[in-house]
Every structure is written in C-alpha cells, then in structure tokens.
C-alpha cells in the first residue's frame, strides 16, 4: 500500500479524509477502531483494529469498483448504525465516491423522492425490512441498479440485491487486479469534492439534500481541535466515543465516527438506541454526543427511582444539596463554569464543605457509574434542556456542554467551552465559525464547515446565503456580553398574533421545563388573538404516581417505546388523561407558568392530549424537532374548538 507522505494534495493545511484515515492506519495499526456487541453482528470478536478496518475497506471498494462504482457515483445508504455502515461509508469516501444518507425510518413516499432526485444507481440497504419495502417501488425508482443489503444473506433471490457477502467475495477475488483503479482513486481526492449528501426530512416535512465536501468536513474538524485543545477537551487515539444517534444526520458522524478516523480513537456502537445507558456501563466511553430527551429521561427515571425509599431519597437530595453549593466555586463572575477535570474544587472549598462534599462525591459517583466509568464530557446538540437539569448531572461528576449546529454547519458552530460553559446557552463561537447576528435577530455563521449547497435546490441555496456569502441558519439568538449565545427560536416558528404580538414558543416553553407533569407542549396563536396549546403529560410520571395513589386506569390501552435509552410511554387511554389528580396537575403548572407571563403571552386555553409527539406519528423530527404544519393538521379539530 502506497505511503501517506508520497500522496500529492492541492492544500499544505487540510487534506481531505481518506488521507487522515490511511494517517491513522498507520500511526495507531493494533489500536481499536470499531468496538461491537459480536453476537449481533456475529463477525471478527466485537472488534476490529484500525490496520484490520483499513483492509476491510479495501476489500469493500475493490467489490464496489467491480460492481461498477466509480469516483462521484453517488450511492445510497439506508441504514441503521452499524460497523459496516462506517466501512461501506469509508469505502465510498476513499474511492472518491458520494453517499447519499437516508434515515431507515423515512416513510417510502420520501425515500423514492431523494432516490429519483439524485438519480442513485446503487443503494445500501441495512435490513431485509428495507429491502422489502424498496423491492415494492422498484419500479417507480428510474435509476436504481443494484440494492446492496448488509446481511450475509437475503430472502430475496433477485439479480438486483447483492448481499455484504457477496461484495467481500467479489472485492478479494479482484483485489489485487483492482487495486490499482483503487489507488488512483484514493490519491485523486481533492478537498473541494462532495464527501456526502446528507438528506434532513426537517421540521417542513420535505426531504432536501445537503451537499458536503471533503473540505467541509476537514476545515470543521481541524477547527475543533484548535478550539477544544484551547480549553482542555482534547480527544486522541486513547479516548472511545459511543455511536448511537442515526449516523444518517451528521451529528455522530462527524463528532463520533469521523472524529475517531482523525484521531485514532475508538469507535463503540451502541446495540440500539434503547440499550444506550447499558452500553454505556458496557463500552466505557470518554464521551458521548445526545440530545437532551436522554438527559430528561434518565433525570425522570433516577427521581421515580429514588421516590421508592425513603432514606435513600434523603441521602441523594441531600447529596445533590450539596454539590449544588460546591458547584457555585467552579463559577465565575460570569457566570460560566470550570467543568475540567483538572480543576482543583476541593482546594477552593471551606473546610466544613469539603468534608460534606467528600461523603456526597461517594453516594453521587454510585449515580455517575451508570455512564460508565470514563466519561468525561458530553456534546449536547442545542434542543431547550433546563439549567437546572444541566447543573443537575454536573453535580453527578458528567459535564454536558452545550452547543449549536446544523448539517449545513458540519455540526457545532457554537460551543460551551469545558472550562467556561454556562447552562442556558449554546456558547461561544467554536470549531473554526463565525458568527453575526443580523438585524431581525436572525444567526448567520461563516466559516469552517460550511455545505457546499443543496442538492437540485439553486434558488433554496441562493436565498441561504447572505450577498457576502454568510449561511442565513432561520434561527433567531440573543448574545451577551461574554459572547454567549441563547436560541431564542426558529424565525418560522414565532407566533405572530391578531394583535401584532410576536411570540417565541421557547419563550413559553421555558415556563414548563421544570414541570414534573409536562412532558411535551405545543403553542399555537398564529393570526388568532390569544395563545392556546396542546400539552402532552408525562405518562411514565402519572403511571408511577397512580401507581402509588391506587388510581386506576386502563393499563391495555399503554404504549411503550425504549428507543430514547430508557422505557417510555408513548400513548395511554383517554382514561388515563380524565382523571382529576392529572386535570388538576396539569392546570396547576399551566396557572405557575402563567404567573411569569406577560397578558398576551399567558395560556388562554389548552387541550391534554392522550399521545406523545413522535417521529413515528410524524409529529416530530427524528432530531426531535416539532413539526409544526402536521400537528397543526393533526390536531386541527381540537384546535378550532379551543377558539370557538
């Protein structure tokens, strides 16, 4: 195999990925690249090294080129997260090929639209539930050849599906002769070549296409390190990140799967996202990339768990208590917190404070073991999670630093730094961006990472930037004089009333978040002249309160869903939602929150709903973004008598 240093690139600074991947190869050989349950993916003992991944992916791209792959082919890949989806995904990134991801939960309808929209002759099929379900509209899919399923076998007997084995088959009986075309491939990359088209399905509901290039990724990636070596998060070859959100979304493939081919470190993938807290104990991580519905739900699960004994609840409030007040001598006079590990706290603490703190440290570490034993920070995409919950898992010894990014940002664009970071905000300008805010409020960013374009969307790309090329992101901030900055909501999200009020929904949602009742809420008020909402309760909440209470309910009637790392309640009875004890918790949290209101912004009227907004009842995004055009249509009926 040729040397990294006799590659010829058109830049001295940043190289593009298949480059910092042979680099690692090479370096780090008998390190770990990918660490695996082996009995689910029954292959090569839960593990593979980077010099065994670098094979792997040879043998894969010479059964791609027989297969007829080519450089800027661009190939689909629909898959849940696997290690075979990063090496098909390195296979195609080294022959200078395109993928094109699509989320495996993508209804059909959208799936043939980003299909026939860029004309994919190939597509990476994760499961025979997908192949079956594209297998239907064969057809209707104008350029699909081949259909690529990640199985070693496939029920399916057709000319046109090629199981993982065979492609292994093909791409070591070829490899010597293809190796060559492989080379000259892989040398060939340039930075300005599109590395990825990334398919959002987005709070609107229609698929578009977010073109990155090997540039893109590099310049963001390159950005971190500078920016996270400046305040003591430096990841290397020693650190192990866990993999579980979809690497269809750029979150986890560039902060967890990318990052380690950067750095050498190891990848470890989570069963299912339902397994995470297991995996945690299971794999070790140093970090991990989330959204805050995790972080809500296992601060649920430890409160309901700790409300069943009474001196244990005792001891772990009183535990919190004090951490909390520990907690106030890593901040500063601007309110930001030191969270590294190198921070001498006990040094800074009163004597009488220390000794508390020392016997809370040992009841709270028994709470941190469930992340493991080596966690060190957490990413956490900007998604409205409390301060106070943030502090919470602070006290817990687990530094979660917020931060704010898109795909068409390559992920984080602001950042709480570890030694600096301050619940409420996203943070400060990170990872190589820049940022301004435009008169409307709106953030505009600059910078590392930025997409290339949308795939088929001129005029959408053209009204996305700014005449001096800023990304205009539809997000409207506030800065403060630290340089922080707070998501105060999407531009389309404002409601604008019959009264000329303009409203921010986080705003009012902000109310609610510490509500132990309240698990989701929706507001609606546009062009209506006050605000009404429908508000989903916390079914696991109400469950083990009727549970305690004796209340009975209609337990046939539950729906269960375990795939946000703890079990929850999705959907009860209307039963359930009738009764006075959860009438009356619901009407006193909306009374509190309307107390810090202003007159225009207060709740006139609401609607308890028996069912949770979910991507599956495509209320949501898989990003856990609302959906605002289906709820509303949705729930359209219920609406309308809210204003009658």
């Known amino acids: 195999m040729s040397e990294v240093q006799s590659w010829k690139w058109h830049n001295n600074d940043l190289k593009p990925i298949p480059w910092h991947f042979y680099k690692t190869c090479e370096q780090y050989p008998h390190n770990i690249a990918q ?31 027989s297969l007829g792959v080519k450089p800027k082919s661009l190939v689909a890949i629909m898959a849940e997260n696997s290690p075979r989806w990063t090496q098909v995904d390195l296979a195609l990134c080294c022959m200078g090929a395109v993928s094109v991801t699509i989320l495996p939960s993508l209804s059909l309808k959208q799936t043939m639209h980003i299909l026939n929209e860029t004309s994919c002759r190939y597509l990476i099929a994760g499961s025979e539930e997908i192949l079956e379900r ?25 000319r046109r599906v090629v199981t993982f084995s065979d492609i292994l088959e093909v791409g070591e009986k070829n490899k010597l002769s293809n190796y060559p075309d492989y080379l000259e491939m892989r040398n060939s990359v340039k930075l300005s070549d599109w590395f990825s088209v990334i398919y959002t399905s987005g709070s609107s509901g229609t698929p578009r296409g977010i073109v990155l290039t090997h540039f893109s990724i590099s310049s963001k990636i390159n950005g971190a390190f500078e920016f996270w070596h400046r305040y003591g998060m430096d990841i290397t070859e020693k650190d192990r990140g866990l993999c579980y959100l979809p690497l269809a979304y750029i979150f986890d493939r560039a902060v967890c799967e990318l990052l380690c081919v950067f750095t050498g470190a190891t990848i470890a993938y989570a069963d299912s996202p339902g397994t995470v807290i297991d995996d945690l104990r299971k794999y070790n991580p140093t970090w991990i990339n989330s959204v805050s519905l995790l972080y809500e739900k296992i601060y649920v699960h430890f409160r309901h768990a700790m409300e069943q004994n009474f001196l244990k609840n005792k001891l772990y409030r009183y535990a919190i208590k004090i951490s909390l007040a520990a907690l106030e001598y890593r901040r500063d006079e601007n309110g930001c917190y030191n969270m590294s590990q190198n921070f001498d706290l006990l040094s800074k603490l009163p004597l009488c404070l220390r000794i508390q703190y020392r016997f809370a440290r040992r009841l709270l570490d028994k709470i941190k073991s469930l992340f493991g034993k080596d966690l060190r920070f957490a990413f956490l995409s900007a998604s409205g999670i409390s301060p106070s919950l943030v502090k919470f898992f602070y006290c817990l010894g687990i530094p979660i630093c917020e931060g704010y990014g898109q795909a068409e940002t390559t992920s984080a664009c602001l950042l709480n730094p570890l030694t600096a970071c301050k619940p409420g905000t996203v943070g400060i300008n990170a990872n190589g961006g820049y940022s301004r805010i435009a008169v409307d409020g709106e953030l505009e960013v600059s910078g590392a990472g930025i997409f290339s374009h949308y795939f088929n969307r001129e005029e959408l790309t053209k009204e996305s930037f700014t005449d001096d090329g800023w990304f205009k992101t539809g997000d409207i901030v506030q800065m403060d004089k630290s340089g922080y900055f707070t998501i105060v909501d999407r531009k389309r999200s404002i409601i604008c009333t019959s009264i000329g009020k303009n409203i921010a929904p986080a705003k009012l949602k902000g109310e609610f978040q510490s509500s132990e009742c309240i698990d989701q809420i929706f507001f609606v008020g546009d062009d209506k002249h006050y605000i009404t909402a429908l508000i989903v309760p916390d079914f696991n909440y109400f469950i083990s309160l009727y549970e305690r209470e004796g209340i009975r309910y209609n337990k046939s009637a539950l729906k269960w869903d375990d795939s946000y790392g703890v079990s929850m309640c999705v959907q009860v009875g209307e039963d359930f939602i009738s009764t006075y004890k959860l009438r009356q918790l619901i009407e006193d949290a909306v009374d509190e929150a309307n107390k810090n209101l202003e007159s225009f912004e207060r709740i006139k009227q609401y609607t308890i709903l028996p069912e949770r907004f979910t991507p599956e009842n495509g209320t949501m995004t898989p990003s856990q973004k609302l959906r605002k055009e289906v709820i509303l249509q949705r729930y359209r009926e219920l609406i309308e008598k809210m204003y009658e």
């Open 35 to 65: 660490l695996f349950n082996p009995e689910k993916y029954n292959e090569h003992n839960g593990q593979f090294k980077w010099y065994e991944l670098r094979d792997r992916v040879e043998i894969i791209a010479s059964g791609f080129i």
């Open 134 to 158: 594209i297998m239907k509209a064969y057809t209707e899919i104008t350029s699909l050849e081949k259909i690529i399923l990640l199985s070693d076998s496939a029920s399916i007997s057709d």
